[in-house]
């Protein structure tokens, strides 16, 4: 703590100098003093004098840190326009000219002997206000970010587990050709098949998926361009592949379990995503056993209206249906109050696009996901089956946001 309260002379001028520069030159100086005089036991310069040198020039070399972090120039990120079409392969993988982006993959699994999981596996790229003029290896351009999550209705437990990396050193990584992400041992990549390969080690899990694609890439909305709010520039750029066949590993306990299923995956880019009205977003991505596929969400205001919202249908031959904003209407039919934060959400959701009624049920009611770890945020993210004008139509996952505090992108 008496580092905290040195100021060396010669920075004695200094104004409003960031408290983590103190933190960080102190730590450093504790541990390079202790190295210096394990080495130089002989030395002359006393042990609080060695240190006292240390933390000048480790608290010198932070100001002069924080001094050009406040010169930089912060990036320009793109904006998202409409009819700028997508092309594949190159738009399957990373954006970073973009402020956020993520590949986001959904599933329902069967077990050897017919019980049934929810997966969600998601990783997020996230790009910095840093200068990218700036040389270091180290400066945190761009942020890589994962959670995966287990829902099994057998225990009534989720499996959850997050990580968060700066991107770098072959540890966490973005391909721009293909869709090909790391954090560690978490990896999504796609071949040239256009299978998705994926593996989740988790504390108490572990995923290991392949996912083959049975339709080409469904354009949400407006041929990829994909509106969230009033405003041109609220959008973002999104497909998804529906209906994916997995076959793969679920190990707990040290127990491994082979498992087939379907799942959902969405790949979406943007800079300004949110209305600053926006508290959060309802959204559900399903596989229809018909071989169609429905999107839909809307975004609700803070004050409780509706700032925006969609849907987008596409059958088994490929054609393809989008509901405008007043088209679409989300009505809870069961709400869910957390134990682990408070927060009430709509775990059963009534959605009705144009004439066609959704009912949406939950697989369990604890899906809670708390990542306020990685990204500071709470939400419900669930597996959901699906029926349509009263009769199962398929399978799908729910995602509720903004329900413990107004989300921030």
């Known amino acids: 703590m008496q580092s905290l309260n040195y100021r060396p002379p010669h920075v004695a001028s200094v104004r409003r100098v960031p408290y983590w520069i103190g933190i960080w030159a102190g730590n ?5 003093a202790g190295i210096w005089a394990s080495i130089f036991q002989k030395t002359l310069i006393p042990p609080h004098s060695l240190r006292s040198l240390v933390f000048v020039g480790a608290y010198s070399f932070a100001c002069c840190l924080a001094a050009f972090s406040a010169s930089a120039a912060k990036p320009e990120f793109s904006p998202v326009i409409q009819n700028v079409p997508l092309s594949f392969p190159r738009d399957f993988g990373a954006h970073p000219d973009f402020r956020n982006e993520w590949w986001y993959a959904t599933g329902w699994l069967e077990t050897p002997d017919k019980k ?9 790229r996230v790009a910095t206000e840093h200068d990218r003029a700036n040389p270091s290896r180290f400066a945190p351009r761009q942020l890589i970010i994962a959670h995966a999550a287990l829902s099994d209705p057998a225990t009534a437990k989720l499996l959850l587990d997050q990580k968060n990396a700066r991107e770098g050193f072959g540890l ?17 990549v796609r071949e040239e098949n256009g299978r998705y390969l994926t593996t989740i080690r988790g504390r108490n899990f572990t995923l290991d998926f392949s996912l083959t694609p049975t339709q080409p ?25 529906p209906q994916l066949q997995v076959k793969g590993t679920v ?16 790949h979406e880019w943007s800079t300004e995503y949110l ?7 309802d959204w559900v991505g399903a596989n229809l056993d ?35 904003p007043d088209q679409v209407t989300f009505e809870p039919q069961r709400t869910w109050r957390s134990p682990h934060t408070d927060a009430t959400y709509p775990v059963a959701m009534r959605i009705q696009t144009g004439s066609t009624v959704w009912m949406l049920t939950p697989l369990m009611d604890d899906q809670e996901l708390d990542s306020r770890q990685s990204t500071g945020a709470v939400y419900w993210e669930g597996a959901v089956t699906i029926s349509r004008d009263g ?5 799908g996952y729910l995602e509720l946001t903004g329900y413990v505090e107004a989300l921030k992108l």
């Open 116 to 124: 049934p999981l929810g997966f969600q596996i998601t990783f997020f």
């Open 290 to 324: 018909d071989g169609s596929a429905l999107m839909a969400f809307q975004i609700r205001g803070k004050d409780g209206t509706r700032v925006w919202a969609y849907a987008g249908i596409r059958d088994a031959s490929g054609r393809f249906t989008r509901f405008e």
């Open 28 to 32: 450093w100086a504790d541990v390079w």
């Open 391 to 395: 009769k199962p139509a398929g399978h």
């Open 217 to 241: 890439p469904m354009l949400q909305d407006q041929r990829g361009f994909s509106r969230k709010g009033p405003k041109p520039e609220q959008a973002s750029y999104y497909y998804s592949e």
């Open 251 to 266: 190990t707990r306990n040290g127990k491994e379990a082979t498992v087939s299923g379907i799942a959902w995956l969405d």
């Open 275 to 281: 209305d600053p009205r926006a508290a959060g977003w």
């Open 172 to 188: 966490a990584f973005t391909s721009e050709s293909d869709t090909d992400v790391k954090l560690g041992d978490w990896t999504m």
